[in-house]
């Protein structure tokens, strides 16, 4: 089944502890992006990944890391977590072409992450 | 990307066609129209996408005014499943890096009355 993968679906954890959240996608799709979803802002783009080793940031990055060593993986990376990070996170992964640009995303379940 | 308007929110009664409308007035001649939805606890799920002419796929059909201004996502028969915030979102195939993006704004959240 062609799915995008995140783990883990829910975590709590203390300010300052650094913390990854993973992502992985079985479709072969060049473009994966992070995004962070709160009450009143709606999904904002955090980072996204045009290829391997191809990363830049999106609206609000501020905070996080990522990387991308292997086409199917994109983690997520918070190095000194902090309140106003606690957020459900998706990850995305989509087709890409020349004409249409990127399209059709695929969505993972979500990361519930509270940080206290 | 251009400015969609949605309503905040919709109702409909189970088994009856839905049609939920965006405005996109300020639409350019290469953006391409998508819609999402997100179920609740879930991640957004890709609906359906268009430029011109209308679409139709096994989950929806779009239907996209001539002048490109407004379209309407139409759900045949609506189903309780079908309950969630319906997001219509304008992409430019060509504006480079930008175009690997989606900007979601608030959506309309649909009910659905059994």
């Known amino acids: 089944e062609a799915q995008v993968t995140q783990n883990p679906r829910y975590l709590i954890t203390v300010t300052g502890k650094k913390l990854t959240v993973t992502c992985s996608q079985n479709m072969n799709h060049e473009y994966m992006s992070w995004y962070r979803q709160d009450p009143g802002l709606g999904l904002r783009q955090i980072y996204y990944s045009m290829n391997v080793e191809v990363t830049d940031k999106g609206d609000v990055p501020e905070g996080y890391k990522v990387s991308r060593k292997e086409k199917r993986n994109f983690p997520l990376i918070l190095e000194s977590p902090s309140p106003n990070q606690t957020s459900l996170y998706f990850c995305a992964s989509s087709l890409w072409d020349r004409g249409r640009g990127a399209y059709g995303y695929t969505f993972g379940s979500g990361t519930r992450l509270t940080v206290v | 990307d251009a400015k969609t308007t949605q309503p905040n929110s919709m109702e409909s009664n189970e088994e009856e066609p839905v049609h939920l409308p965006c405005n996109h007035s300020t639409i350019s001649g290469t953006d391409y129209i998508h819609w999402y939805r997100q179920l609740p606890s879930q991640g957004p799920e890709y609906v359906i996408h268009g430029l011109t002419s209308n679409v139709n796929n096994r989950m929806a059909s779009l239907a996209i005014a001539e002048d490109r201004k407004s379209s309407t996502l139409i759900l045949h028969r609506a189903t309780l499943r079908d309950a969630a915030v319906y997001y219509c979102?304008?992409?430019?195939?060509?504006?480079?890096?930008?175009?690997?993006?989606?900007?979601f704004g608030k959506g309309t959240k649909l009910s659905v009355i059994p």
């Open positions: 979102i304008l992409r430019d195939a060509h504006s480079g890096a930008g175009s690997y993006q989606l900007t």
